[in-house]
């Protein structure tokens, strides 16, 4: 059999090629087109980048929000992002010798410093009328769960105690992951049976529950208070974000975080020690406190002592001067007369853009 050998055409081959690059020019970015008119990229390339901290898992929901809801919050959220607002809300707690609210202070009682300078206090609430949200969250790990049936109980009758007309919780349990049980709501009966039916899980993430509990709150309205009461073995065993991220996503959120530890074993030797000490400089930084209970049965003392606390804050805020540069963290020290209180506020703020 004879091959025939067909010998193209000049212009019919010059045609062919120009249709050819053509279709591949379709298909690709336009390198000459400006940024906004350029392709996005595939889901697959930008998912393969990670930040150098590394990213949690998010958050899980068995009962999510509808989503009109959410996307009404990242709507708002995008919105607070871009508003600059140069207000710094500082919340504070003032304690006598004997760990109890002191209440009826004046504004002239405080001095209060940013970066050292005094700075004046422009807005003064002796105490607060601000509106909570609340995230409760609960260790489900195994290491945890021996006490689970006291830290249930005692948070269901917190639920119970805490919260006003005005205030929302949400219920959130941790282990290998984060879950929010329930919505953010005011419906009492519904948050204790959420917390009643926490099941136990594996590892314990709790760097990865500070961080997705505060951008949780972050995401609610600008005018509330945001609190996390983190209630846990402190056995950090299988987060993927680290300390340092998930203390400044507390800062950044103005997340006020108290922490109860449940120790299982009472000897130093036997525990985590070095969980309990990250703990204690993340809540010290967001101007909470820590509880150690020597047992399950102190759980609802330490809840009603934080629900005192929260009755009795004075609220501070003032415009920075001179204001510091966009982005960056800026201490904040606040100081009470007569000295012998004791004073609790968060001790840094992240600025925003020019």
């Keep these: 059999m004879s091959i025939t050998h067909l010998r193209p055409h000049p212009p019919l081959l010059l045609a062919a090629l120009a249709l050819f690059f053509a279709g591949i020019a379709f298909t690709q970015d336009k390198p000459d087109r400006p940024p906004w008119a350029q392709k996005p990229k595939s889901s697959a390339s930008s998912t393969s980048s990670s930040s150098p901290t590394g990213e949690p898992g998010k958050i899980v929901q068995p009962t999510p929000p509808a989503p009109t809801e959410n996307s009404q919050e990242s709507a708002a959220q995008r919105g607070r992002i871009r508003v600059n ?5 500082v919340l504070v707690s003032v304690l006598d010798e004997k760990n109890r609210p002191a209440p009826d202070l ?3 009682a405080f001095q209060l410093f940013e970066e050292g300078v005094e700075q004046k206090i422009d807005k003064f609430e002796s105490e607060t009328s601000q509106p909570l949200d609340l995230a409760i969250m609960i260790d489900a790990s195994l290491s945890a769960h021996k006490e689970i049936s006291f830290e249930q109980e005692a948070a269901a009758h917190f639920i119970r105690q805490v919260l006003r007309p005005g ?10 992951n984060v879950t929010q049980v329930t919505a953010f709501s005011d419906i009492v009966a519904d948050l204790q049976a959420a917390v009643r039916r926490i099941p136990a899980g ?3 993430s709790i760097y990865d529950a500070v961080l997705l509990g505060s951008r949780s709150l972050e995401s609610r309205g600008d005018d509330r208070r945001r609190v996390i009461i983190l209630v846990t073995d402190a056995g950090e065993t299988t987060s993927s974000s680290d300390f340092d991220v998930a203390r400044k996503e507390a800062v950044r959120a103005n997340a006020l975080l108290y922490t109860i530890v449940i120790r299982p074993v009472k000897n130093e030797s036997g525990r985590n020690t070095a969980g309990e000490h990250a703990l204690e400089t993340m809540t010290d930084t967001t101007g909470g406190a820590m509880f150690y209970p020597d047992t399950p049965q102190e759980l609802g003392a330490i809840f009603d002592r934080i629900d005192r606390e929260l009755r009795t804050q004075y609220l501070l805020a003032y415009y920075p001067t001179p204001r510091g540069p966009a982005n960056t963290f800026r201490s904040i020290q606040v100081t009470v007369t007569p000295a012998d209180y004791h004073v609790r506020h968060r001790k840094s703020y992240l600025t925003g853009p020019q």
Excluded: C, H, I
Aim: charged share 30%; aromatic share 10%; hydrophobic share 50%.
């Design 202 to 204: 594996a590892g314990t």
């Design 106 to 108: 004046s504004r002239e």
């Design 85 to 89: 607002v140069n207000l710094v809300n």
């Design 167 to 176: 205030d929302r919780l949400a219920v959130f349990a941790f282990d290998e």
